[in-house]
């Protein structure tokens, strides 16, 4: 399952096979959410819950440019300093998963598919170029 803030809507796949995609949306949209991916490591309470486990990916929260030309002259000017854009902070894996208003009809359709090693990936970003008919989700980081 892929979760996009960019293109507001949730992408679920089974085996690289599309299943559905639908609309969906979110709290403070303008925040960014992160990328953040669960997956489903084992069945609990009888099958009434499910074990996750969680990888983040790691955002800074100053985006630092800098001039690269002055680097390629060959001057005794002073190298010009780096600027300092300040971003929005993304939100934690836990804030990301509460800020996504998932469907009734989506929490039904996935409650059925759900098994250990599902996986579900929330991100800021659309879809990959790389993301086709025959391949997983592909999202990139930078």
Same mark, same amino acid.
């Given at each position: $399952? ?15 096979? *599309? ?8 709290? +403070? *949209? ?10 489903? $490591?084992?069945?609990?309470? +009888? ?5 996750? +486990? ?48 998932? *469907? ?8 059925? /598919? ?5 996986? /579900? ?5 659309? /879809?990959?170029?790389?993301?086709? @008919? ?7 980081? @930078?």
């Amino acid at each position: $399952m892929f979760v996009s803030r960019k293109e507001k809507k949730i992408f679920v796949r089974q085996n690289t096979v *599309p299943l559905f995609e639908m609309p969906i949306t979110f709290d +403070n *949209p303008d925040q960014p959410l992160g990328t953040h991916v669960f997956t489903a $490591m084992a069945v609990t309470d +009888n099958g009434a819950g499910m074990r996750w +486990n969680l990888m983040t990916i790691p955002t800074d929260p100053v985006a630092m440019m800098e001039d690269r030309s002055s680097s390629r002259r060959k001057s005794r000017e002073a190298p010009k300093p780096v600027v300092q854009v300040q971003t929005k902070v993304a939100s934690t894996a836990a804030e990301a998963l509460e800020r996504v208003q998932f *469907p009734p009809e989506a929490v039904d359709r996935i409650s059925e /598919l759900l098994i250990p090693g599902s996986s /579900l990936v929330i991100s800021d970003t659309g /879809l990959g170029n790389e993301t086709g @008919r025959a391949t997983e989700f592909v999202v990139l980081t @930078r």
